[in-house]
């Protein structure tokens, strides 16, 4: 059964950086690609980045290309968002998602699942 525990929320200030992790278990980590959503309050659930499993290809939403990065540690079964520059519009929970095809490299921001509970990002400006 998959597990994610996604970490390292907080309220910064606006031009701040955060890191988050996102903590898996219940499956093979490094067979399946990666990937960050993030949901505003009364906003729908909108991708971020996405990682392949040996973390040598990302891909990220045009708001945050140049600011984020995202990466993967197979060896501890954790991926991270790095987010530098943050500004107030980055204000969401923020939740790490599983590709639901093994293998795979989804171009479909669909094609992700098994969402951790989130954690909280505040940017104040």
């Known amino acids: 059964q998959v597990h994610l525990i996604e970490s390292g929320g907080g309220l910064v200030q606006a031009g701040g950086s955060l890191r988050l992790s996102c903590a898996a278990s219940?499956?093979?980590?490094?067979?399946?690609?990666m990937a960050w959503f993030r949901q505003a309050p009364g906003m729908e659930r909108l991708f971020v980045a996405a990682?392949?499993?040996?973390?040598?290809?990302?891909r990220y939403a045009d708001s945050v290309k140049g600011r984020f990065t995202i990466s993967r540690d197979n060896a501890g079964n954790t991926v991270y968002l790095q987010m530098n520059s943050l500004k107030p519009e980055d204000t969401a929970v923020y939740y790490c998602?599983?590709?639901?095809?093994?293998?795979?490299?989804?171009?479909?921001?669909?094609?992700?699942?098994?969402w951790g509970q989130g954690t909280q990002v505040i940017i104040a400006s």
């Open positions: 219940g499956y093979t980590f490094s067979d399946y690609a």
């Open positions: 990682v392949n499993r040996g973390g040598d290809t990302k």
């Open positions: 998602a599983v590709a639901m095809s093994r293998w795979s490299w989804p171009a479909d921001n669909g094609a992700f699942g098994s």
